[in-house]
């Protein structure tokens, strides 16, 4: 089944949407790493007695919904067969409706950040993801049994000295979904201490490369010292040939 979605997919595009996709693809994958915040944007203080969504929260939420409904249907607009497209995309209609969903698909934007040269984005990312499991922790453990983060203050600092490796154990997630999260921001931690280390190393054998360009370079061999060593190869060969006579 999902060969055929896949064999679907790369038969229904063309060069307009493709282009489009491309100019497009990062910016939205970011603004999906962002729809976490977004959605605490929305859990403002009640509208009135007795309701749990404000007009402002409910106005936001559909923002964002708005945004990557919009998406979709370029993509369907631009497709040779609309509703084929559609159909063979049910992650980006789903994502349509529940908006953090289409958190899946940054994941695309976090693998392409290993790519050379895109050190800058890989920050980006890595940091958009640390604050959503700050995020996520705030939310799953600040009011469970037990729990010793129930300020988002508390899940900030944690996430700080979890991602840094040092790991003071004074908090600790309590809940399945934070021990996850938790997981997540310890393979952060790992994967940003890695490319960090790779760019310094390869700075340094860079920049000791050059040095050793820059000697050779500065003390070449005259050529008229060439040439004069090879003046004095040839006498030796003709004096040991005649030797030999």
Known sequence: ???VLRSTREKNTSPRLERYVASSQGALDVFALCTLWIHRGADAPSFGPGSNVTWEGMALRLGVSAVFGVDMAIRSWLAPRSFAYARTHPLGLFAVLVPPVRVLFSLRLVASLFRRGHIERFFAAAGLLLLNGVLIVYFYDRDAPGANITSFGDSLWWAAATVSTVGYGDMYPVTWAGRATAVGIMAIGI???AVVTAQVS???VEQAAKRRGADSD????PSSEIAELRASLARIEATL???RE
């Not at 500065?218 to 061999?221: E, G, I, L, N």
């Open 241 to 243: 040939g005649e030797h």
């Open 191 to 193: 994967l940003t201490l």
């Open 1 to 3: 089944m999902a060969r």
């Open 218 to 221: 500065s003390d070449p061999v």
């Open 202 to 204: 390869a700075g340094y």
